[in-house]
């Protein structure tokens, strides 16, 4: 295995980068050297230094070392849409080997590096392309995080189905309450445990502060780390 994990999520918003976030706090609590890349980002603000997006400026903030911004987020698109279409709009291609190539400096600087995708598991990166294809292209074993909320069982298993249909390692799963008002969340859990067939790596409540630290108290570690 690669030194790092992809995270990816039952859909947008479903708290992917409070997760990574939460985990590379936790490997930096273990005493590891850990960076955080968001290889695709579809909302971003325009700077004195170039578009930013909030979640990958999140990620380089956490990282245990400086990283240049352009290494974490080498696709960083304006208008907040799917991100074959601002491609699309910007006239860009996404060169999944540039990808790669962002990704093997940020793991030759560190122990772990986890990598945060970009929507749910099959969202399009081109015309013939999706996420998970860049998770192949990467080799990373992957960890799913689970939006709680209604709807959210029927979007795990298949997300974990898919995950699992191409040849990637579920590392494990985390559910994040989105729903502050979700009935049944602990049957909702103990469900998503009976069928997933991979370790439950933590349940994170509603948070009104969900920081990095806060996140990380209900994690915990894939077996390898």
Request: hydrophobic share 45%; with cysteine.
């Amino acid at each position: 295995m690669r030194n790092g994990y992809f995270i990816t999520g039952t859909d947008t918003d479903c708290g992917k980068t409070r997760v990574t976030l939460g985990l590379m706090r936790l490997l930096q609590a273990r005493g590891h050297q850990v960076l955080g890349m968001k290889p695709v980002a579809a909302g971003a603000v325009q700077t004195a230094d170039g578009l930013r997006n909030d979640d990958a400026l999140r990620l380089q903030a956490q990282a245990s070392r400086p990283v240049a911004y352009e290494r974490v987020n080498p696709y960083c698109f304006h208008p907040p849409i799917a991100p074959h279409l601002a491609a699309a709009q910007a006239a860009c291609e996404i060169d999944f080997a540039r990808i790669k190539g962002c990704f093997e400096q940020l793991a030759a600087a560190a122990d772990r590096v986890l990598v945060e995708g970009v929507g749910g598991w099959r969202v399009p990166l081109g015309a013939d392309r999706t996420l998970a294809d860049l998770a192949v292209s990467l080799g990373l074993p992957v960890i799913l995080v689970v939006g709680l909320r209604l709807g959210c069982i029927n979007h795990a298993l298949l997300s974990a189905e898919a995950i699992r249909a191409r040849g990637l390692p579920l590392a494990g799963w985390i559910g994040n309450q989105v729903d502050p008002a979700m009935c049944e969340r602990e049957a909702n859990i103990a469900t998503l445990q009976q069928w997933i067939d991979a370790p439950c790596l933590g349940v994170i409540p509603y948070l009104a502060d969900p920081s990095a630290g806060a996140v990380s108290e209900f994690l915990r570690l894939p077996t390898d780390c």
